[in-house]
Structures are given as C-alpha cells and as structure tokens.
C-alpha cells in the first residue's frame, strides 16, 4: 500500500492487510512505525520526466503569478492571501466562483500534457496543502511536478519540507510575508531562476517514477528474498485459522478454513464451473459461473464477491435444468445458476461469495484465501528475476564506494537501471578487479604511460576528465592536453591543477587527429592510452591496462568494455549500451567496436605505423583501431572500466559530422590498403631497426626463409647468420654480405649485442638447443615451428615473441577464370594423406554420378617444399583456379602450417572440410563449410551449391583472402615482427617481465 495522501481518511486497520505499507511523509510514517514495525516505509510524492520538464511557450501569455488547483469548496488560504495583500494572483481551476473576486480566475482547467508550459512559463507558482496532510508532512505533488520544470516556487509550510527540498522552495507564514517575498522574486530573475533550478536538480535526481518504482520493486525483492511476504504461495500446507463472516441470523459465528485455504457454508448447496485454477495466482481477471441455493428454499436476490474494499456484483437465477434434473426435491434448483466478473487481488486476501436473501441479509457461502501477485508483478518478478536484480545491484553499489567519478555515476545516476544482466555483468567486473592479482618482476621501476588528450572549447568539461586522470591508482603517467586552439579559458583551467605530469600544448586550430597526433609525437612513456574531455575512467584502468600488457609481452595493444550513457539537457543519465565486445576484426571493419577511451597499446605500435589519419575529421578512433589490430589481434580485458558519455549539448564530433560521408570513405580506402598488402601505410618511417637473423642451414630451402627475410627486410636492415654447417646450395644473392656462420656456442655473445631472431630447422635437436642458449640470454626470438620447444620448457616458450611461418602475398595471388571449363574443380590437400588414400578418394569423388567433378591433388600443383613455406626469391606469381578446396583428415588434430589451407585462402577458394576450424579462426564458417569425412554426397551437394550461389562463394572468397592476409600473409608478418622488434630493442624483454612468480611484487604497491 502506498498513502500519499490524506492520513486522517485511512482507518489504523487497513494498514493490517498489506505486507508492507508506503507513506508519503517522513515524520508520519516513522510514527506509524512505531505501531506496525518494520513494515512500514517512506515513498515521498515523485513526478514524470517525461512529462513534466522546462519548456517555454511564448503564445500562451502566462501570468508572472500563478496558481493552479481546484477551490475543494473552500477559499484555500494562500490564493486568500495573496489576493488579501493585493497580489495579481491568476487561477486556474474549479468552483472558484463563490471566493474570487473578478479577474482572477483564468480558466477551469489546463490539460495535463500542457501544465508544464505553465509551470515553466510562470515567474512564480504558489502552492498549498491541507491543513492535515501540512502537520503531517503529506508534501504536495505539486511541488514535484513544478520542481522538474524549474518553477520558483513560494508554498505554504509544511512539515519536513526542508529536508526534502532545502531551500530550493520559498515558504512563508504571514500575507504581509507573502507579499514581500513575491515582490522580491518577481523582479530578482536571477534569485528565480537559482531556485528553480536547484529544484529541478533535486527533484529529477532523486523524485520521479522511475526511481520510485525502483524502490518499490527493491523493497519487494527484499521482502521475498527474506520470506516475509504473506503473499508469497506457501509450498507447505496453510495454517487453518479462523475467520469471521455474518450469519444469517447476523450475528458472527467462525468459519474454519480446510487445507486448500478454502470454506463453504452447509446451508447452500453451489458449484463452481471453473477447475481449481481459476484461484491460482496467474489470473488477473476471472469469470465465475456456477449455481447455488438454499437448502430451507429461500429466495435468493443477488450475488457478489467481495475482499477488502472491493465488491463486485453479478447475475443470478439463471435457468440450470441440469441442476434441477440432479436435485428434483428442491424447486430452486432450476433457477440457481449464477455468473460474475470479478478483478482477482493483489497480494493474499480473503474472498467471500455472497448471496443475498429476501431480507436484504448478504450470506456467504464461499469463502476462499487467493493471491494473484505472480501475476500482477509478471513484468517485475518472473521467475525471482527483479529480486535477484535488487540483490545484485545491493552488491554492487556495495562495491562501488571508492571516491572517484566513474564509481559516483554508478552510484548516483546509474543506480535505478532495471537491467539485471547489467547489475551482474557490473558485479563481475567489480569482483574480479578487486581480486585480479596484478603483479610486476621484482627490482624493475614502473613503466611510464603516456596520456593523450585533445581538447577544444571543453574549459567546462576538462576537469572532470583530468580529475579522472589523477585518481589512478597507477600514478607513473604523463598526460599531454592537446589543446585545439580553443578560444575559451581551457588553458587557465588546465593550469590550476597545479601536477607537474600535466603537459599542455597550445596548437593551432586543425582537428582532433593532428592534435592527438602532436601528444603522440612528444610521449615518451612505454605505453599509450587516450582520453577524451568529456569521457570517464575507471580509477583503475591504467592498472589494470599497463597488467594486461606486462603479462603478455608479445601482444602489442589491448582494449576494455565500455558502458555507453547519454545524458540529456538536465544531465540525467541513460545506460545507452553495454555488452561485451570479443575481438572480431572483420566485424571491425564494418562498424568500430572499440572505444578510444579504452584502447591501450606500447608506443612502439605508433613509432612503426603511425598515429591518427590526419584528414579525418571523425572516426578517427576506428581507423586507428584498424591498423593497429590488423597485424595482431588486441587482448580483450573484459572489466568496465570506461563511461563513455555522449551530450548533444557538448559539441561532439560523433553528432557535429555524424552526416557527413567523407570520413567514412577514407577509412574504407585505408581498410582496402591493409588488405591489398600495401606496406607503408602510416608508417613514421622512423629509421629502420637493425635486425640480425639466424637461421639453421636446412632451414634456407625448407623453411621459406626467403619469404621470411624479403617481408622483414621491408621494414628493417637484416643482416643473416647461418647456424651449423655451410649448405650444399648457393645462398640466394638477397643475402648478399651479410652472412655469418656460428657454432651453438656463439649464440649467446651475438644475441648480448644485437636484435636476433631465430628461426627453426629440420634438425630440431640443434634448434632446441638453440633455443634454449636463446631464452638465457635474455633476448626475445622468433620459433617457425613449435616443436623445436620442449612441451615442459615453459621458460623457453615464453621467451618466444612469435611464432609460425609466412606465405609471400606477392607470389600467391587469386587466380581469374577466364574460359568455363568442363564441370567443377575440386583441389584435394594430400598432404597427410597416404597415396593410396589420396588415390581412393580422387577415384570415388570423380565417379560421382550426376556430376562432373575434376580432381586436381595439392601436390601436383605445387611441390611440397614451395607449398609449405612459399616461393624461392625469384619466382613468378603463382595462380590456381578451382572451384573449392578439400581438406579431409581422418585425424581431427592437424598443423595448420603443414597443410594447404593457407594456400587456399590466398588464392580465394572456398575451403570445404571435415574438420573444426575455430580454433584456427573463430569465425571459419564464413570462408569453410563442413562436409562429413568421406561423405561423397554431401561433397557434391555442397559444390553444387557454392555452383549456383555465386554471392555466397564469393563472399567465403573474399574473407578467405583477408584472413590469409592477417594470419599468413608476409607483408603482414613482417610488419608484425618489425614490431616485436621493436619492443626487443628497447629493452622489453619477456625475461624482465615473466619472472618467477616468487619475484613479483604487487603492482599497485609501487606504482
């Protein structure tokens, strides 16, 4: 029950039948309490946003002093003495007539949907209560609804008025106050305007529907989470207790309910139509039908069913022949049916069906204890869905009393989200930051981050940002305000901070990307991170963020999730978005996913590809994201650790050029770039770092070494040294005079003085070796097979920044099918196949009826050696045309290096296998499709199908293409290693960081 008004008109015994009971006064409910217990609440008057909001209408032509109410049949006393002072009050409302004098009533009623033009129109509104609801501290809902609008309000007193509003409303106690206090305000607009404002900030924080609602709905999870409520189903039997109900005679006798909660009176005999359910609490409305007559043969009148205050009448002596032909000795019998509609209640209640007697007596024959609340609560309380949501929220808001903004909007402006997912996804977020083990080697400083942060015109705004800056628990940054050439006082407002890890760059007018870019240019911390003004961090996203990297020494950026708000012109907050966002980079080409705010990377990534597009005027962040992930898929740090906050009001360049399709263009061109191979594409070209490779002398002509240096040679100087003997064969001439021959012993002293990579050979013994004379001397190197790592040297395999082998992009190219060709071509991977296997299968495909398939094997179309590694220096561009590639293993576990698939994916076939291929890419079913170990049929059926849907294989085709390009591609790889050695030469070895785990040290106990 909720009373928001009138206390004098409820009886102490009504608040008896409900399980918990709302008052609109402070002061009033805690004495009720004192009678009822704890069940007994506070829920003030509220008022609807949506409705009620400052809107201004200059036609309306509204009085600079208004009321607006009906008189009640009496001369209520502020509009009394208002006029008794000589105010030119203005009213609208009822029944004024009798007490107005002319020109004063303006009219008899203002439509809700316009009241609010009004109450923001006025200069001042005037409000009163009764005298009763005013003692009690009944506030007026009024006061709600001109309080979202930013009325100044002058009111009556009433009590705990202060305590709700403050002194963002007037109040007065005499006419003679009254009428100075509306002079005063009436000609003081900004007194006016500062007090309705503060109202309106109060009322919409913490007063609407909305957030009552909230309430409500915490209060019931609570109270079935403690199964206190009386109207929770009971799985046991329920007590049989008494009730009372009047006799015929009209005195009370008790009636003594049975196991199902129910009694029936001896003295009529009745039926039901309706099963047993139409009591159970899923109903909201029931149609009851049914007979009934007394047993002495009194007439009977009427019929009703009634609980609490609620009666609802029905039809009787209806004709049942069916009863008179079961009870032929009693004549009432054929006019004894009965039916009714009746709204079933909310919460448990006792419902008596009643007859009338000629007498005018209301006899019950039928009396029942029902609850429908599973019903009436469906939208709130399915299946404990609302009662969890409150706990969970309980938990969170628990965990989020930390003094910093980010945890302030969860607490204050995002607390009456009604989204249990959202509570529980916070909740996880929150716990595992809490307990994430965030550790450092022992004896290393801290790495510096280095903070980028534009900004134009935002004076208003940047605080806040930079206020979330210093609240870090990481406190090694640097952060550099990149100021746009802004023409407001950002500069001084940046300045009164007063950190000395603030730098501020005063630039000329020319976009967010040449800004940023300026902050990247002047960085000089290990890692970089971005913030905009008017976006929110986490105060432990730098922690977490610099964690994430310093444990995975071979990934170059990473990114969080977001909670996506947007604000309106009050600054109330709305959760736009949350999800999680695993990384999909195809799907990133489409539409960006990542938000700057919470992309992180080592700021050899920007130093070997470049910063921000400089043209691009927005989506900037996308095309960043693009390139920077396109050669190494980010780590994905599942925490919330951004708001990002979006405000028509601010100026954004997300809605400033939302319109606008240049951007986008350009950021589709630079996608096609990455795809097409094209090397320098924002490249710093900073100078080329010198690169020593060592390789086993087998390895030269099995290992694709030529497609490993000619990718890397791209972007850095190498130099070539050759491990064990002297090779049969010429070295290629792209060596040149840069080989040197070493011993297993001479690893070490090259690997102390130069960035070394190390690649693999056939003889895997030596290379183990090798690698592991590598890891100890504490120098990052490249394996092109795992297995030449022991599977318990774990030391060794960290130490290891990259692994796999690379296909030359610029010799395997999609082949263009000039002339049709004779049915459909099917090339067959027979690499792991045994010859007569590969014979099999050829010869059964073949024999297909219905179908002419051709059957070219892997192997005939390139040799083993090529296939496997790529073309010797030199070789002319290899093309393939078939209509699907087969890659059939009666084993599920293969080496994708060892077969043709990357082949395949080059030359744009679409791949058909029998095996799963998530683990190579998690999105395969966009380039493969399953076909069941030698299920010949299904085979045809499936190249039939890729026959005659061409956008559908050429779809497969082209994604196929693109994850050859990101996975195997040399241009590509090239680049990636480039990076890693990068990260190797400046002394970020993953020895210094993937210590002991007994040489760790907590993070934030240095930091």
Same mark, same amino acid.
């Given at each position: ?760 050979? =056939?003889?895997? #013994? @030596?290379?183990? $070796?090798?690698? !592991?004379?590598? *890891? +100890? ?5 490249? %394996? ?49 196949? =045994?010859?007569? #296997? @590969?014979?099999? $299968?050829?010869? !059964?495909?073949? *024999? +297909? ?5 051709? %059957? ?152």
């Amino acid at each position: 029950m909720w009373n928001i008004s009138h206390p004098d008109r409820v009886v102490p015994g009504e608040y008896e039948d409900f399980d918990h009971v709302f008052i609109a006064s402070h002061s009033y409910a805690e004495e009720l309490a004192s009678k009822l217990g704890a069940r007994v609440g506070t829920l003030l008057q509220c008022t609807d946003p949506g409705l009620f909001f400052p809107e201004h209408s200059a036609d309306l032509g509204i009085e600079p002093l208004l009321f607006v109410g009906n008189s009640r049949k009496e001369y209520r006393r502020i509009v009394r003495d208002a006029i008794a002072v000589g105010l030119p009050v203005a009213v609208y409302g009822s029944r004024w007539e009798e007490f107005l004098p002319p020109g004063h009533l303006k009219g008899l009623n203002i439509e809700n949907t316009v009241l609010r033009r009004y109450y923001s129109g006025c200069k001042i509104l005037l409000n009163d209560h009764w005298e009763t609801m005013a003692r009690n501290g009944f506030l007026s809902n009024r006061l709600f609804d001109a309080g979202a609008c930013a009325a100044c309000v002058i009111s009556d007193q009433a009590a705990g008025m202060e305590a709700v509003f403050g002194d963002s409303i007037v109040t007065y106690e005499t006419p003679k106050q009254l009428r100075e206090l509306v002079d005063y305000y009436l000609t003081d607009d900004e007194a006016r305007r500062e007090k309705g404002e503060a109202l309106r900030k109060i009322v919409n924080r913490g007063h609407t529907f909305d957030f009552r609602a909230g309430q409500i709905l915490e209060t019931i999870a609570r109270l079935l989470e403690e199964g206190e409520a009386r109207s929770m189903p009971l799985s046991r039997t329920p007590e049989v207790r008494p009730a009372e109900v009047d006799s015929a005679a009209g005195k009370r006798e008790e009636i003594r309910f049975d196991a199902k909660g129910q009694w029936s009176s001896k003295r009529f005999k009745f039926a039901l139509s309706q099963p047993e359910k139409i009591w159970s609490n899923e109903l909201a409305e029931a149609h009851l039908r049914g007979w009934c007559f007394a047993e002495d043969g009194r007439p009977l009148r009427a019929i009703r069913l009634r609980y609490g205050g609620s009666c609802f009448e029905g039809e009787c002596g209806l004709d049942r022949p069916d009863v008179a032909r079961a009870f032929p000795h009693y004549p009432m019998a054929l006019r004894s049916g009965f039916r009714l509609t009746v709204r079933m209640p909310l919460l448990r209640k006792t419902i008596y069906l009643e007859i009338q007697e000629a007498d005018g007596n209301w006899i019950p024959f039928f009396v029942r204890q029902v609850s429908s609340w599973r019903f009436h609560l469906q939208p709130f309380l399915a299946a404990g869905r609302w009662m969890k949501q409150f706990a969970v929220r309980k938990r969170v808001l628990g965990l989020a009393r930390r003094a910093s903004l980010f945890h302030q909007i969860v607490r204050e402006e995002l607390s009456s989200v009604l989204d249990l997912e959202f509570w529980k996804a916070m909740e996880a977020s929150e716990t595992a930051l809490q307990e994430r083990p965030l550790s450092r080697p022992a004896g290393t400083s801290p790495p510096l981050v280095s903070i980028i942060m534009p900004t134009y015109n935002r004076a208003q705004l940047i605080l806040q940002a930079i206020e979330s800056v210093r609240s870090q628990s990481w406190s090694n940054w640097e952060l550099h305000v990149c100021d746009d050439g802004s023409e407001d006082n950002t500069e001084a407002v940046v300045g009164s901070v007063g950190d000395k890890r603030i730098q501020f760059h005063k630039l000329p007018h020319a976009g967010a990307a040449p800004a940023r870019n300026h902050g990247l240019s002047r960085a000089s911390g290990r890692y970089i991170a971005y913030l905009d003004t008017d976006n929110v961090w986490h105060p432990d996203y730098l922690l977490t963020m610099v964690g994430a990297l310093e444990s995975e020494p071979g990934a170059f950026t990473a990114y969080c999730k977001y909670l996506d708000t947007e604000l309106d012109a009050e600054d109330r907050y709305r959760l736009a978005a949350y999800r999680d966002l695993p990384f999909d980079h195809e799907a990133l080409t489409a539409k960006n996913f990542i938000d700057l705010n919470g992309f992180f990377h080592r700021i050899e990534v920007y130093r070997e590809l470049g910063g921000f597009t400089d043209r691009l005027i927005r989506l900037q962040d996308w095309d960043l994201a693009v390139r920077f992930t396109f050669y190494q898929d980010p780590l994905y740090v599942d925490h919330f650790l951004v708001i990002y906050r979006r405000n028509a009001g601010w100026n954004q360049l997300t809605t400033l050029h939302e319109h606008r399709t240049g951007p986008r263009q350009i950021v589709r061109e630079n996608i096609d770039r990455l795809f097409l191979g094209t090397p320098d594409l924002g490249r710093n070209h900073a100078e080329a770092l010198p690169v020593q490779v060592i390789v086993h002398a087998d390895a030269i002509v099995t290992d694709g070494f030529g497609s490993l240096v000619r990718a890397l040679a791209r972007f850095c100087r190498v130099g070539v040294a050759i491990l064990g003997e002297h090779p049969d064969t010429d070295l290629p001439a792209l060596f040149g005079d840069a080989q040197l021959f070493l011993s297993s012993g001479e690893l070490i002293e090259v690997a102390r003085s130069k960035n070394v990579l190390l690649v693999s050979g =056939s003889d895997q #013994e @030596a290379m183990r $070796i090798a690698a !592991q004379a590598w *890891a +100890q001397s504490g120098t990052p190197f490249l %394996v092109a097979d795992t297995e030449i790592l022991a599977k318990d040297d774990r030391a060794t395999q960290a130490q290891a920044i990259w692994r796999g082998r690379m296909w030359d992009d610029r010799v395997f190219r999609p082949a263009t099918r000039k002339t049709p060709a004779a049915g459909l071509v099917l090339l067959l991977d027979d690499y792991g196949l =045994s010859a007569d #296997e @590969a014979h099999q $299968i050829r010869k !059964q495909i073949e *024999a +297909q009826p219905s179908c002419s398939i051709r %059957v070219i094997l892997l192997g005939a179309v390139f040799s083993k050696e090529n296939a496997r590694n790529g073309s010797p220096p030199g070789q002319r561009p290899l093309s393939f045309h078939a209509d699907a590639y087969l890659l059939w293993r009666s084993d599920s576990q293969i080496e994708w290096v060892t077969s043709g698939l990357p082949f395949a994916l080059a030359l744009e076939i679409p791949v058909l296998t029998n095996q799963d291929l998530s683990q190579f890419d998690p999105k395969c079913g966009r380039f493969s499709r399953r076909v069941g170990w030698l299920a010949f049929d299904e085979l045809k059926s499936q190249m039939l199908a890729l026959e005659k849907d061409a956008k559908s294989a050429g779809r497969m085709k082209i994604y196929g293409r693109r994850v050859f390009m990101r996975k195997f591609a040399a241009s590509t790889r090239g680049r990636s290693l480039a990076i890693s050695c990068r990260v190797a030469a400046a002394g970020r070895t993953r020895r210094e960081m993937m210590n002991d785990a007994e040489a760790l040290l907590p993070m934030n106990s240095v930091a």
